[in-house]
C-alpha cells in the first residue's frame, strides 16, 4: 500500500525493518531475535506469500532468505494454491531443485562428517562412543545415531538451526561435532542461499 499510494518515506521505514529478520551475513542471521515471517506478527503469513511480496516489490536482499523459509516447507507448501501462496513458475522450480541440492549436500557433508573422522572411542560411560571393548558392531550403532541427527539440526528440517545430539554423547564430543557442524551450516548452506533464486553468491544482493 505504501508503494501503492506512493509513500516513499513509509515504505523505506517498513523495508528497514525486514533487515533484521531476512539477514545476509551470517552473523545477522546468528544475531537475530526475529526471524522470517515471524516478523510480521499474527496471524503469521505463509513464507510463500511472502516470498511473493518480496519479489514484486523487488525487496532483492530479503529474497534468498525468504526463499529457504518458503522452501523449509517442503514441495507441498510450496506448491500450495491458496490466495496469494502461489509462486510463479520459475521461482518455484528454482527453490524446489536448490533446496535438494541443498539437503543432499549437507547430508552427504554429515555422513562425511561422522564416518570420515576418527571419533575415538570416549572414556565417559555416559557417552554414546563409549563402546567398551567390542567395539565393531556398538560403534556402528553409535555413529549411525549421530549421522541420523546431523544434517538438520534441532528443528525438522532446518539446515541452519545449531546440532542438538541431546543425551547421544558427552559434553567434550558434542562440542567438537557442534563446531564442525557450525562450519557445515555456513559454507554449505548459508553461503549458498542466494542459488536458491538462480543467483551467484551473497556478493550480488
Given at each position: 500500500?505504501?508503494a ?6 513509509v ?7 525486514l533487515?533484521g ?29 511472502v ?12 529474497l534468498?532468505f ?9 514441495p507441498?507448501?510450496?506448491?500450495s494454491?491458496?490466495p ?38 570416549c572414556?565417559?560411560?555416559?557417552c ?22 546431523m ?8 539446515m ?36 536458491l ?9
Amino acid at each position: 500500500m505504501a508503494a501503492k499510494y506512493g509513500f516513499s518515506d513509509v515504505r523505506e521505514a517498513l523495508v528497514e525493518d525486514l533487515k533484521g529478520p531476512y539477514p545476509t551475513k551470517w552473523e545477522d542471521f546468528v544475531a537475530a531475535r526475529i526471524l522470517g515471517e515471524d516478523v510480521f506478527g499474527s496471524p503469521k503469513p505463509h513464507p510463500n506469500a511472502v516470498l511473493n511480496l518480496f519479489l514484486e516489490q523487488n525487496i532483492k536482499f530479503a529474497l534468498p532468505f525468504a526463499a529457504y523459509r518458503a522452501g523449509l516447507g517442503g514441495p507441498s507448501a510450496l506448491v500450495s494454491n491458496n490466495p496469494g501462496t502461489v509462486l510463479p513458475r520459475l521461482a518455484l522450480a528454482s527453490v524446489i531443485y536448490g533446496m535438494g541440492v541443498i539437503r543432499q549436500t549437507i547430508t552427504h557433508a554429515a555422513y562425511g562428517i561422522v564416518y570420515g573422522r576418527d571419533l575415538g572411542v570416549c572414556p565417559d560411560r555416559s557417552c554414546i562412543l563409549n563402546v567398551g571393548v567390542n567395539p565393531a558392531g556398538a560403534r556402528r550403532e553409535a555413529l549411525n545415531k549421530i549421522s541420523d541427527v546431523m544434517p538438520f539440526g534441532e528443528i525438522g528440517g532446518d539446515m541452519l538451526s545449531p546440532l542438538s545430539l541431546g543425551t547421544l554423547v558427552c559434553v567434550k564430543c558434542a562440542k567438537r561435532l557442534e563446531k564442525v557442524h557450525l562450519d557445515c551450516r555456513k559454507a554449505l548452506v548459508w553461503e549458498v542461499l542466494p542459488s536458491l533464486l538462480g543467483w551467484g553468491g551473497w556478493e550480488g544482493v
